[in-house]
């Protein structure tokens, strides 16, 4: 079972979340928790965990051969991207904009295009006990999240397809990262807090997980805090809220020390087995 663990803004409580579910469901099986935040991964933080495993990620770019080249423009024509322009007697091609569909190579008539591989970041793999945590980042000034994401889950799938829950600890936002991370989970566990941007930020994430017909839950991360327009909003559109964390400082202490919080504070180990335990009725229940 794959559990996207999503929100529709930064801060809402999505690695501190991910984190301990993981180390918890570790306690009594294999897991794995995929970070795949690739601008900013930091779920690592809170692991001390040993490194297994690393590689280069790359992407597909054309290189410009001038030798071969006639300027006949097809190439900047066929771009969606806008990634080949021609300027003057050159052809520019611009790799942050390249999204390696390969047109500008295969269309070519003079093969004054060939594909060379450059690099855009690291996937790194670690293990502490029964815990797969895996990590793509992007190197600095790479723009584009989406391939990361998509190598990082094919890696988690083909080396621990025997893994009963791989959890997904996704980027913010509703944008093309996060269509990327939870289009082929099998549930999507919303993080959100009592407020008025909370609301606004959690109805935009339904409304994009909705577009993948996913099955849904809600955490309201700092209850106690703000109001009650994001339980009525959730009752309103028929989706369960699995579980209320409370506001409390000693939370924010431990997870800026960088602690697992249900280590400490028992009433977070009961509200994290409450969760597992409603996903599972859920899915297992049809929805």
């Known amino acids: 079972m794959k559990i996207a663990i999503a929100s529709g803004k930064g801060g809402t409580g999505k690695t501190t979340l991910s984190t301990n579910l993981a180390a918890l469901i570790a306690e009594s099986e294999e897991v794995v928790l995929a970070d795949l935040d690739v601008e900013e991964p930091n779920s690592g933080l809170f692991f001390k965990a040993e490194t297994v495993h690393e590689e280069i990620n790359v992407k597909a770019i054309p290189y410009w051969d001038e030798s071969k080249c006639t300027l006949c423009g097809i190439c ?21 904009l390249c999204h390696s569909c390969y047109a500008c190579s ?21 293990q502490t006990g029964n815990l797969h945590f895996i990590e793509s980042r992007l190197d600095i000034g790479e723009e584009q ?70 099955t849904i839950g809600v955490v309201i991360n700092r209850y106690g805090t703000g109001n009650d327009d994001v339980a009525e909003y959730c009752r309103r559109e028929q989706i369960p809220v699995l579980a209320r964390i409370p506001d409390s400082r000693r939370i924010a202490e431990l997870y800026s020390a960088g602690k697992l919080i249900y280590k400490e504070i028992p009433e977070i180990r009961n509200i994290l087995e409450g969760i597992l335990d409603a996903i599972t009725e859920i899915t297992e229940g049809g929805g």
């Open 76 to 96: 900047a024509r066929v771009c969606n991207f806008h990634a080949i322009i021609r300027l003057g007697p050159s052809i520019v091609v611009f790799p942050e």
């Open 145 to 214: 999240a989406v391939p990361a994401i998509a190598k990082t889950k094919k890696f988690a799938a083909q080396k621990y397809s025997g893994v009963r829950i791989t959890l997904f600890d996704s980027p913010p936002g509703t944008s093309c990262p996060v269509m990327e991370t939870v289009r082929d989970a099998d549930f999507v566990l919303l993080v959100t807090e009592p407020t008025p941007f909370g609301l606004h930020d959690l109805s935009l994430a339904v409304d994009t997980v909705r577009v993948f017909e996913k």
């Open 106 to 126: 295969e269309l070519c008539p003079e093969a004054a295009l060939p594909i060379i591989q450059k690099r855009t970041g690291i996937l790194s793999e670690f």
